[in-house]
């Protein structure tokens, strides 16, 4: 890992062309061997504390008379690769919790956990008893509107004679057409109650209102389940849902508020999961939170990533995740190891050799670090 060294504090300051050819003393000579290089980014002040047990040594270092030469580097200009890094965990690009639309007691489930379901396919079956007791009642309020309709046209039509003979007064002939016509529409306001109670006996199937899996199952034959909102997806509305249907995975990732003025749409990034941890997987911001979250005092904004579908990777939904955001390259800079940087009296530095081969503490302003 390397560090950027920004400025010299210490007095006299080197020019950046004698920085260059000023060696910086490594604290854990054999770091630079090390063939497992985190490619993970890290602030300096992470860096300064991992390297804090080094600082024993150094001491030492600096009071023996000893050949340094095996522990020296040249302090190099080169640019970083601009990363930002942000916590996240895997979720569905859709999620929904499915209930019925009517409450009822649910009769039979079709799928579990774990079954891939196509649009439309049924799921489960409500309790038909309430719905067809109140289709009888229906049907038998429709037959007696129609007997009531058949009474009253009888009515009407003798009436009707009798008042073309000049038996019957134009005001009497007007009261039976009323109740005529009126008995009409009670035969018809209860054939469209049937109908419509029809209709509703089709809902008691409950069917996937898109293809996905089954990521939760709620209720069991016999439960009591009522209609909730159909985007709900809280914990509040599973308690009277059946299941939980989801489509599809992408990284919510928490970006910090001083770095989401560097974050775009399109931007690419790598996402880690601790259950394949070689494995970066390649992803894209698709959308960024218009508004800020803020929890214990940390002000953060949600972007949400689409990931490529990487073959032998199995995510799933929960899985915590590490987002590294391709943020360009930095300006150059003057860069040492972050090994070689250690502190003295809380302020960060590096050890340069002195006269006589002896260590000089040369106090330091440090830029951006990476592992990369």
């Known amino acids: 890992m390397v560090a950027e ?7 006299p300051a080197p020019s950046p062309s004698s920085l260059l050819k000023t060696a910086a003393v490594l604290n854990v ?4 061997k090390s063939k497992k290089k985190r490619r993970r980014w890290a602030v300096a002040a992470v860096l300064l504390v991992a390297i804090g047990s080094g600082l024993v040594g150094l001491r030492q270092l600096k009071t023996a008379k000893r050949n340094l030469t095996p522990y020296v580097t040249e302090v190099r200009l080169g640019s970083l690769a601009g990363v930002i890094t942000a916590s996240g965990e895997i979720e569905a690009e859709r999620r929904v919790n499915v209930s019925p639309k009517r409450q009822g007691q649910l009769l039979e489930l079709y799928v579990d956990e774990g079954d891939k379901v196509e649009a439309g396919q049924p799921l489960a079956r409500m309790d038909p008893s309430d719905i067809r007791n109140r289709l009888d009642e229906l049907r038998a309020q429709l037959l007696v509107a129609q007997v009531d309709l058949n009474r009253s046209r009888s009515e009407y039509e003798r009436r009707r004679q009798l008042f073309q003979q000049g038996a019957l007064s134009g005001d009497d ?3 039976f057409r009323a109740s005529y016509e009126s008995s009409q529409a009670s035969v018809s306001a209860a054939r469209q109650r049937l109908a419509q109670r029809s209709v509703e006996s089709g809902d008691l199937v409950v069917r996937a209102p898109f293809a996905g899996t ?4 709620y209720a069991d034959p016999g439960s009591y389940v009522t209609p909730t909102t159909a985007a709900s997806a809280t914990a509040g509305a599973t308690s009277s849902s059946i299941v939980e249907l989801a489509s599809g995975l992408q990284v919510n990732a928490k970006v910090p508020e001083s770095d989401i003025g560097r974050i775009r749409v399109g931007q690419r990034a790598d996402v880690r999961v601790d259950a394949y941890p070689d494995r970066r997987i390649p992803a894209r911001v698709e959308r960024i939170s218009p508004r800020t979250e803020k929890t214990n005092n940390v002000t953060t904004v949600k972007v949400e990533l689409a990931i490529a579908n990487e073959p032998g990777i199995n995510m799933r939904i929960g899985m915590t995740a590490d987002i590294d955001f391709d943020a360009g390259r930095l300006p150059a800079k003057p860069l040492v190891p972050t090994v070689a940087i250690v502190t003295e009296n809380g302020k960060p530095g590096v050890l340069v050799p002195g006269p006589a081969d002896q260590p000089r503490f040369n106090e330091v302003s440090l830029g951006s670090s990476s592992g990369r």
């Not at 060294?5 to 007095?11: C, L």
């Not at 000579?29 to 630079?32: E, G, K, N, R, T």
């Not at 089954?214 to 199952?217: E, F």
């Open 29 to 32: 000579p054999s770091a630079l």
């Open 214 to 217: 089954i990521t939760n199952r």
């Open 173 to 175: 002939l007007n009261r």
């Open 5 to 11: 060294v920004v400025t010299t504090i210490a007095s």
